[in-house]
């Protein structure tokens, strides 16, 4: 599975910190539900330890894990954990508006599916005033948000104020029709409640009619964010047909969401940081048996985060690392010690050379060092993980 080296060197060292956290997070959405809520769990305190409890990643820890418990643990767990990011929320700075805005955006979900519609308006209000102070309103995470406030008022029967709220949002000058696609758009959005709902009790024919019907209307929205809802509604219908046993068709879903956020990343740096957590399509090949077809598109990833993106963001390192533990699966070592090299270097630029963070990524590069034969630089990437270790545990002394 993916990244599971990486998560039993994180364990083995004792002091992964965020990284683990983060590898945490992003296994949740292909683990088995017991599994995945340990594993949240796991990152909240992680992340605590390592950037303290007000910062954004535990606000994102905090939210993920009440999405995830709901089912497992009930609505009340859910509801503690929502607050506790909230909480957090309130207190970012302007630099974490967009985790703001995806917290904001969960906790009221939560409360519309338990039709306390009064708080998640509040929440979704809240979130709107954040999105329109930021100087990006392009964002694929928040671009729903105006449209889950006006299928929060359909839900109520309060259709004229969700027609007009969708309007007021139209720039000046624009056609009347692009308020029509907005409100079209909303009632899609709309469509993928009942879906998902259908899909929850195993009504996997009618979930699909749904999906499908609000994958029409996105098809042939006129705003800026189409295409993310194309693709977003893409992997839905897709991860269906993968429980109605249907993996060639979910793997044309899954390919053509991929091509779309492929051209849109295109200059766009918000988009280009996504392109390597395509985990739906990964996880079919995986299943499958057919690691080979995993990297292309860790590679194209690699090559527009570099087209787009500064050189050394984080992000081209997150993608060349996982295109490395996909050759380190597939034991091609060889191949996997250069490329995890590139991504090193940008985590050495980025963290410095005494980050306890460091440590991981060092045990992860002699692991596949050792793999590939070269005992003596694995032993030598081992010293420096120890060495870092040492150096933090003299400071806390």
Request: with cysteine; glycine share 6%.
């Amino acid at each position: 599975m993916l990244y599971l080296d990486a998560i039993q060197i994180a364990r083995q060292s004792g002091d992964a910190g965020h990284q683990e956290a983060n590898i945490l997070i992003q296994m949740a959405s292909v683990s088995e539900p017991e599994e995945a809520i340990e594993g949240i769990k796991r990152a909240v305190t992680l992340d605590e330890k390592a950037l303290g409890p007000n910062n954004a990643a535990v606000a994102r820890d905090l939210s993920s894990l009440a999405l995830f418990c709901q089912p497992q643990e009930g609505c009340a767990d859910a509801e503690k954990y929502h607050q506790q990011a909230l909480e957090i929320a309130e207190k970012l700075p302007p630099k974490d508006c967009w985790a703001r805005i995806s917290v904001l955006h969960n906790a009221a979900d939560f409360y519309r599916r338990q039709k306390n519609y009064p708080e998640a308006e509040k929440l979704l209000r809240e979130a709107i005033e954040v999105v329109d102070s930021s100087p990006v309103r392009h964002q694929p995470d928040v671009m729903g948000v105006r449209s889950s406030l006006a299928s929060l008022y359909q839900e109520e029967g309060r259709f004229d104020e969700a027609e007009e709220f969708l309007r007021s949002d139209v720039p000046s000058g624009k056609d009347r029709n692009i308020s029509r696609s907005n409100l079209d758009v909303s009632r899609a959005v709309n469509e993928e409640k009942p879906a998902q709902q259908c899909q929850e009790q195993g009504k996997l024919d009618e979930a699909e009619v749904h999906y499908k019907s609000a994958l029409a209307v996105f098809e042939k929205a006129d705003r800026r964010d189409a295409p993310g809802l194309v693709s977003m509604d893409l992997n839905l219908l897709g991860q269906l047909h993968r429980l109605q046993g249907r993996d060639s068709e979910a793997e044309q879903c899954f390919l053509r969401s991929l091509e779309i956020r492929e051209k849109a990343a295109a200059g766009r740096a918000e988009l280009a940081r996504l392109l390597g957590y395509d985990f739906e399509l990964l996880n079919l090949y995986r299943d499958q048996g057919r690691l080979s077809e995993m990297e292309p598109i860790y590679q194209r990833a690699v090559a527009i985060q570099e087209a787009t993106l500064d050189p050394l963001d984080n992000e081209v390192s997150n993608t060349l690392m996982a295109l490395a533990r996909v050759y380190g699966e597939e034991h091609k070592y060889d191949d996997a010690v250069p490329v995890y090299q590139r991504g090193l270097h940008i985590k050495e630029t980025n963290l410095g050379l005494n980050s306890p963070n460091l440590a991981f990524f060092l045990d992860e590069y002699a692991g596949l060092l050792q793999k590939s034969g070269r005992a003596d630089e694995a032993a030598s990437a081992r010293a420096s993980a120890e060495q870092i270790r040492n150096r933090k545990a003299e400071g806390k002394r």
